[in-house]
């Protein structure tokens, strides 16, 4: 690849932001043109986050004042909401990968059922394309708006998508319990998130049906199985900075799972099946675009369980979008992402 | 109460064994009298213990050398598979409450098949009372010997128990997803436990029905019931220092669960039962001898959840085994137990 | 002790607040009549912090709300900057003990100086006396007015008091290097307190003389020792719930100043020196009303350690609060205070 | 670089050998062709560290079974002591990276002093270079056997050798204290390594000028200032993974001291100093091989304070290593280890 890329970060001074430029740094062919983040324009990146401070990075500005002309492609990892109305101000020639939650529900209908507002852009949103780069590789290659999936959508996703397909789940008696770190919340300000709130505790959130992820579950489960599906799914906050892991109850024959996993995931890079009746932990995937899964049985016949692992900010988030956007400006889609995971 | 009790403990150099010096220091009519720990015999429990040096104590001793004629009661917190030999040669005028897992399973083919090793007191397996103070309170106050329960088995029946009563859950569909702080797994040397492979790190373990905690609950789930009751149930290792959080997904009405738990632990001290649809976290209960309970409801019809924590040393051990020695020195039951939990 | 006096604590949807209240649940005389907050005023304790829920206590309320006649004593855990405008307007016959900064400096242009606002009750800090209990003892039981320390200022007097009282150490050579947890900047909400930016992180704060105890150790010290004392401090903030842990460089000899400090501290219930050559650690002290010293000498000739660590939300601001507050009212010193610490 | 080297590790079972190879996988031109691990030999790599299940690595060996023909480079990840005994058995066409301390000290009277025991190979000891890269870089090209620094030594020595060469500071008023992360203790048993025993503790250890990495700092600032140079010395265990943060306590002039700074570091590539005043954080570094320093003056006249932090696994470790490793196989100094930071 001998042809450079140039990228803007919007919403650069948030995690996702931020984890984009980690992983760009290191990337063969992309380079940085601009960054923007409203609260803090005019504030080096090294000041917002004294980790970047060694690479020469543009500074904060407003996404008014980035001039778009040059620019190939745009990471939007703004708060939810915003994107809709700023990709739509976009020139055309501009790719767009959103990593929030804006173009994630094909049918405006159900944005505003989960997310309570009208969408902001129902003409585009024909055109985005969710962004499991797993399961939607070729139209994200020709994309020019991809949405990224939400970061508990994509770990429930690699647990069950295979199963779905292959049909070795009761699709009704699917239970998901969630183990969150707690940098999925980003980077604002809520008195739950304080270090004196979270350290040495665990809670369930969003639980009863009411997480904002389960419209991407019903959407794709139901789409794979071609009837309706609803999971059951509770997150948990933990006392980690990274990190999601899904522990997914299921009736099914744990041998036939894990055969349907392993043959789905065969020629993944990123997708880790371990062998049957090993169990991944959340700090084997850390700092990675790694997923790892395993499968058991239970000695109550007919029961199996699948745990998948993965980094939130990384695979969850911003690692996708770089694998989404490797594919969309013709990079290998593993470019920048081979970073081996950092343990302990 | 104007009459002190004199207590040993055996095993006082593990964390249970210093949770139940915490708790005694401030107990109105328990003396300490002797404490044991093999290993570390001969040493002052300060050096052992840093946080207990301002209390008066006897030093470690080995259990040969501790005179049992003037010990009312021993709190055994010995490494399982101990206590039966050692129980079996106390004198008969000494009660014991055992916070290990020798004594938990009435038939001793249970404890066979469930740890590995014949029983090696089988003849007074049958005086053994099993320990969940707030279920066997009678028979506790006239007990010799009091079997403690697993912490993870005390967490999971105090959420299912009266649903079982009440007969308002399904009893073949009832799984368990239990998040574990770290001492649980106690003071020993294990690679697993190290601060630098835990922290940071979520994973499943005993997974799949391997768990020996299953012994309890297949016992009592199914006397409770009247016929077999066989959950499903993981426990997780999270990185905290206290506490176990079990959320439990269950078939019945919300309402149903949530009345028949109020009803169950309305006069309970140490139970407190959350607002319907309103969780606890297990921060909220650090350091103390309470439970939290909560219930929801989930956009599934028919589905429920229940989550239950306690402090795994304190409510799942060390309190537990105080709260049963109150009963059976004729003490009042909450004596030494009504420290508020430490948050943050 | 058979009369119950009645307590109001204002600023309790604060850390501090809740560690009174946990604190004086087991208080044998003291009862909590009300509880002020203004932000949550009209909310149960309950739903402001779930680990006392068990308890029951008043509501909270706004401060105009609360009826002063039957109060004995108000403990004052309010933001910096409040206390001077409402102990002013309280009946003179409520005593008071606060728990922020407002009157700990005697001189009001001290105050100006390091809080950067003119004092608002000048007329009231003659009377106010320095809450450091172990050593105003005499004072504090005849005050009307206390003013808890800062408790990174108590640590470090606990450390250095006795040292600076017996002539052991080099005046000008004094450097504090001090360990915080997280909850001593309270539960307001900064983004450098979130649990992501903190967890796994340590760095100095408030460092080069700029922190607002030098006004205490400035103001002590000096008085100590009849001359200018100037500390270098420098404080972290750790990845810690509570805790504060001094390592204090000093010039002198080992043995000379372990011997001041069991000397000095010899008859104090909550101060334990630990033999010379042994170190305490934070997490010795959490939860209690105790403080650790430990001093050791260097292979440098001269040079000499001292380390001392506190619990800040309990000895270092509520405990001592209630400290205080037990000899103002002619309760034992000690009472509700016997705690042991909690560990692990 | 087109000539892909061989390079092979023993002891990699330990932290710095995994994460010598998280660092290896993405370096352009080297290829781990062994790996031993005496206790865990016969083991797979993803069993002994599932976190590098998805790289195709040779499997663990005792390193009787390595054949070392083929080997460019060994390092040596072993612990401390037996390095000497196998360095002295490879063939002389082996290049080798000690990371252990086994050579660290130029003349073998200091390594039997701090490390208590004859050196087993004094022969060899002559040939071995100090392996702080920055300092040593000429030296290291040409080497074939180069002595990782301490991980401590590594970071008090990137705080003061500048000042020490500048004559900017005191001699005789140096006082270093360290906060240190856990995974510095290696993945050994010991009861104080826990999670129970660390998570919420702050603990100072090998205090009083005990620390065995006192040889390296008085054998190289007395080297470098051409007399005798003792510093006080004080490391603390902090609750995180990784990280070490050195706070130093000067005599001398801040600005001063920053120009000093900034001037013997302005061509490093892995070194940022932050402009004067600013204070790094241990987590600005996490995984990556860059040190943070600041600078700061003191209210106190005359005083300043450095602080110094840097990933003791990377930096302090592995990516030193790593760094060497590069120079003497003629690559790029810095390939492998552009990695940024993972923050949070």
Not at 111 to 130: F, M, N, S, T
Request: glycine residues 10%; contains cysteine; aromatic residues 6%.
């Amino acid at each position: 690849m001998s042809v450079t890329k140039n990228v803007a970060i919007l919403g650069a001074s948030g995690y996702t932001g931020a984890e984009l430029v980690r992983l760009i740094v290191t990337h063969p062919g992309m380079r940085i043109a601009a960054l923007s983040g409203d609260r803090k324009a005019g504030m080096a990146m090294a000041e917002v986050f004294p980790h970047l401070r060694h690479i020469d990075l543009p500074p904060l500005v407003t996404i008014d004042e980035i001039d778009f002309a040059g620019i190939d492609l745009v990471f939007c990892a703004l708060p939810h909401g915003l994107s809709q109305a700023i990709v739509r101000e976009l020139p055309k020639s501009v790719k767009v990968v959103d990593l929030g939650a804006d173009f994630r529900l094909r049918d405006p209908k159900d944005y505003e059922k989960w997310y309570g507002r009208a969408h902001d852009a129902p003409e585009i949103q024909p055109e985005a394309v969710y962004g499991l780069t797993e399961f939607y590789r070729d139209d994200i290659r020709t994309a020019r708006l991809v949405a990224g999936t939400g970061c508990n959508a994509a770990t429930v996703q690699f647990a069950l998508r295979p199963l779905i397909s292959a049909g070795v789940i009761d699709l009704d008696e699917i239970i998901c319990d969630l183990k969150n770190g707690v940098s999925g919340a980003g980077r604002s300000l809520k008195e739950n998130m304080l270090y004196a709130e979270r350290a040495q505790d665990v809670a369930a959130y969003s639980f009863g049906g009411t997480h904002r992820h389960l419209g991407e579950f019903d959407q794709e489960f139901s789409l794979l199985a071609g009837r309706d599906v609803r999971i059951v799914f509770t997150p948990h906050l933990v006392p980690a900075n990274r990190g999601i892991l899904a522990t997914c109850y299921l009736r099914g024959d744990a041998g036939a799972i894990h055969d349907a996993m392993v043959s789905a995931y065969a020629d993944e890079p990123f997708v880790v099946v371990l062998p049957k009746g090993k169990m991944p932990g959340m700090s084997d995937v850390q700092g990675s675009n790694f997923v790892h899964i395993g499968v058991a049985g239970d000695r109550v016949s007919g029961r199996a369980m699948v745990v998948a692992t993965l980094d939130n900010l990384c695979k969850g988030s911003s690692g996708q979008a770089l694998q989404n956007a490797n594919l969309m400006l013709g990079f290998d889609e593993t470019a920048g992402l081979m970073l081996a995971p950092v343990f302990p």
